[in-house]
T-cell receptor
Framework: NAGVMQNPRHLVRRRGQEARLRCSPM?????VYWYRQLPEEGLKFMVY????????ESGMPKERFSAEFPKEGPSILRIQQVVRGDSAAYFC?????????????FGPGTRLTVL | KQEVTQIPAALSVPEGENLVLNCSFT??????LQWFRQDPGKGLTSLLL?????REQTSGRLNASLDKSSGRSTLYIAASQPGDSATYLC????????????FGSGTRLLVRP
C-alpha cells in the first residue's frame, strides 16, 4: 500500500527555468494539497485540489505558480521562471474523500534548489 | 487568525530521559491537532492525531495531550533514544477552511547516546 509519492526528490534549476513537481496521492485518495517549507520556516499551505478542480489556491503566489490535478495522472505543481527565493522543500499531502477535517498523509517532498 | 507556536525551538537531551515538547495555538476552536516527525531532508511522518473531543492519544512511547481551553498540546516521549532525534511539528486545521493545516515551526530534538 504505497504512500504519497513525489518526484523528483531533488531538483536543481537555474534562474529563469521552469520547475515541474509531481505528486501521486495514496490509493483511494482524491484530495491533494501542496505545502511549501522555506529554509528555517514552517510549512505553509499553497493549494488544495480535487480531480480536475482547484478548490483553494489562496496560498499560491499570484504569478509564476500553477497547479493541476488531471483526471488521469499525478498532480503537478509548476513554477515558471524560477528565482532563488523559490528554493524550498515542496510537500504534497493527500486525504480520502470523507468529510473534513481529516488526517493528511504527506509525501517525502521535493527539494528545489535554484542556482 | 490561528497561530501555532512550538517551544522550545531546539532541545538536546541524553539518552533515556523522558521529555516534553510543547505546542500552543491561539484559537481554541479546533477540530483536531496532529503531531508529525520530520527527519532531515525527508518528509513528514504522522505520529498522533487528537480529535477535539479527546484529551490524549498514545502510541508506544509517545503520548500527546490536548487542552483546548488553554490552547495547548504536549507531546511526551518516554525513555528517549537516539533514533528519536528529528524535528517534531504540530499542526491544526484552519477553522474556516479545515483542509489548511497551520504548522508550528517545530522543535529540533537531539538525543545524545
Amino acid at each position: 500500500n504505497a504512500g504519497v509519492m513525489q518526484n523528483p526528490r531533488h531538483l536543481v534549476r537555474r534562474r529563469g527555468q521552469e520547475a515541474r513537481l509531481r505528486c501521486s496521492p495514496m490509493k483511494g485518495h482524491s484530495h491533494v494539497y501542496w505545502y511549501r517549507q522555506l529554509p528555517e520556516e514552517g510549512l505553509k499551505f499553497m493549494v488544495y485540489l480535487q480531480k480536475e478542480n482547484i478548490i483553494d489556491e489562496s496560498g499560491m503566489p499570484k504569478e509564476r505558480f500553477s497547479a493541476e490535478f488531471p483526471k488521469e495522472g499525478p498532480s503537478i505543481l509548476r513554477i515558471q521562471q524560477v528565482v532563488r527565493g523559490d528554493s524550498a522543500a515542496y510537500f504534497c499531502a493527500s486525504s480520502p474523500e470523507d468529510s473534513y477535517p481529516d488526517e493528511q498523509f504527506f509525501g517525502p517532498g521535493t527539494r528545489l534548489t535554484v542556482l | 487568525k490561528q497561530e501555532v507556536t512550538q517551544i522550545p525551538a531546539a532541545l538536546s537531551v541524553p539518552e533515556g530521559e523522558n521529555l516534553v515538547l510543547n505546542c500552543s495555538f491561539t484559537d481554541s476552536a479546533i477540530y483536531n491537532l496532529q503531531w508529525f516527525r520530520q527527519d532531515p531532508g525527508k518528509g513528514l511522518t504522522s505520529l498522533l492525531l487528537i480529535q477535539s473531543s479527546q484529551r490524549e492519544q498514545t502510541s508506544g512511547r509517545l503520548n500527546a495531550s490536548l487542552d483546548k481551553s488553554s490552547g495547548r498540546s504536549t507531546l511526551y516521549i518516554a525513555a528517549s533514544q537516539p533514533g528519536d532525534s528529528a524535528t517534531y511539528l504540530c499542526a491544526v486545521p484552519w477553522m474556516d477552511s479545515s483542509y489548511k493545516l497551520i504548522f508550528g515551526s517545530g522543535t529540533r530534538l537531539l538525543v545524545r547516546p
